[in-house]
């Protein structure tokens, strides 16, 4: 089978996957990209504004986030693969080329699904993403660590309210792994997250990283006690908290997009109604070694979830 698999530059080939910080839709990309490969499929990569001659016709042609890019794209069956919040589609210069091209419409699960505006064309389809390396493989189980709580997302999404709880917590430490250099560098993002950073490493308890190749990250959730995210109407998936759980790391959370969707309530991590609850629940994973050996084992025994290879049949399944 022919795929093209299109997106917003710069290029990131699929090779990058541990070499460098990625961002969740970096990862993905280059995550599906190589199971396809895998798979003996021919796979070109686009990135938009390259020059590179591309065939006239594919198998598969799926564009990430953007619709526009199918313009550029050659004929063949066409799959819009979204990852943020879906709105955007109303406005005129994303739903014209959704209306000529008619993809089938991706979503990653049931919260990112309802944000799609419902008089739109074309059939849907729910495909959630899968970990990257080395988080598919779950680790053996360990001895409750010290009170050491992470954040591994972007530093816009809830770095600022979390550093602000933190003192209210006040147990152990916050090591938050962010920054902008996960997106590139991207300058705007860099401006933006400045003073929140600031902010955050100016809070007592709250120490800051830079962010890490997933294998580095990896060890460091290894050493962690839980993660702590508030969570953000702009997750429509959170690679972050899956990562988390795949280590079988708790996860206290607050029911905001789909972080929700990340856990098992009770079982694996804690979901949290207001600011009160997700201090409480902060407090209890870091201070008690029963509750957390309880979450840490399921986590662990729910597994990774599903691999890349399933995620490409899937995709493979809409052509």
């Given at each position: 089978?022919r795929?093209?698999?299109?997106?917003e530059?710069?290029?990131?080939?699929?090779?990058?996957?541990?070499?460098?910080p990625?961002?969740g839709?970096?990862?993905?990309?280059?995550?599906?990209?190589?199971s396809?490969?895998?798979r003996?499929?021919?796979v070109?990569?686009?990135f938009?504004?390259?020059?590179?001659?591309?065939?006239a016709?594919?198998?598969?042609?799926i564009?990430?986030?953007v619709?526009?890019?199918f313009?550029?794209?050659p004929?063949?069956r066409?799959?819009?693969w979204?990852?943020?919040p879906?709105?955007?589609?109303?406005k005129?210069?994303h739903?014209w080329?959704?209306?000529?091209?008619r993809p089938v419409?991706?979503?990653?699960?049931?919260?990112h699904?309802?944000?799609?505006?419902g008089?739109?064309p074309g059939p849907?389809?729910q495909?959630?993403?899968?970990?990257?390396?080395?988080?598919?493989?779950?680790p053996?189980?360990?001895?409750?660590?010290?009170?050491?709580?992470?954040?591994?997302s972007?530093?816009?999404r809830?770095?600022?309210e979390l550093?602000?709880?933190w003192?209210?917590?006040?147990?152990?430490?916050?090591?938050?792994?962010?920054?902008?250099?996960?997106y590139g560098g991207d300058?705007?993002?860099?401006q933006r997250a400045?003073?929140?950073l600031a902010?955050?490493e100016?809070?007592?308890g709250?120490r800051l990283?830079?962010?890490?190749?997933?294998p580095?990250?990896?060890?460091r959730?290894g050493?962690?006690?839980?993660?702590?995210?508030p969570?953000?109407p702009?997750e429509?998936?959170?690679?972050?908290?899956?990562?988390?759980?795949?280590?079988?790391l708790?996860?206290?959370?607050?029911?905001?997009?789909?972080v929700?969707?990340r856990?098992?309530?009770?079982?694996?991590?804690?979901?949290?109604?207001?600011?009160?609850?997700f201090?409480a629940a902060?407090?209890?994973v870091?201070?008690?070694?029963a509750?957390?050996?309880r979450?840490?084992?399921?986590?662990?025994?729910r597994g990774?979830?599903?691999?890349?290879?399933?995620i490409?049949?899937?995709f493979?399944?809409?052509?």
């Open positions: 089978m795929i093209v698999l299109a997106n530059g710069p290029r990131i080939e699929a090779s990058a996957i541990g070499l460098r990625l961002g839709v970096e990862t993905a990309v280059a995550l599906l990209a190589q396809f490969q895998r003996g499929h021919e070109i990569l686009h938009e504004g390259e020059r590179a001659r591309l065939p016709t594919a198998d598969l042609v564009a990430a986030r619709p526009r890019l313009g550029a794209l004929r063949g066409r799959v819009l979204l990852h943020n879906a709105g955007y589609l109303r005129p210069r739903a080329p959704i209306l000529r091209a419409i991706v979503t990653l699960g049931r919260y699904a309802a944000t799609v505006p008089w739109l849907r389809a495909i959630p993403l899968a970990v990257a390396p080395p988080f598919d493989v779950p053996a189980e360990r001895a409750p660590p010290p009170p050491i709580a992470v954040f591994t972007n530093p816009l809830g770095l600022d550093a602000g709880l003192p209210r917590i006040g147990r152990g430490e916050l090591h938050a792994y962010s920054g902008a250099a996960t300058p705007r993002l860099a400045a003073p929140i902010r955050a100016a809070t007592p709250v990283f830079a962010p890490l190749p997933r580095e990250l990896q060890a959730l050493q962690a006690r839980c993660m702590l995210y969570g953000d702009g429509t998936f959170c690679l972050a908290l899956a990562e988390a759980q795949a280590v079988g708790p996860c206290v959370v607050m029911d905001r997009g789909a929700a969707e856990i098992e309530e009770g079982l694996t991590g804690m979901v949290a109604r207001s600011e009160a609850e201090i902060a407090q209890a870091l201070g008690d070694d509750l957390w050996l979450l840490h084992r399921a986590a662990l025994a990774p979830g599903p691999n890349w290879t399933d490409a049949q899937a493979e399944a809409l052509a």
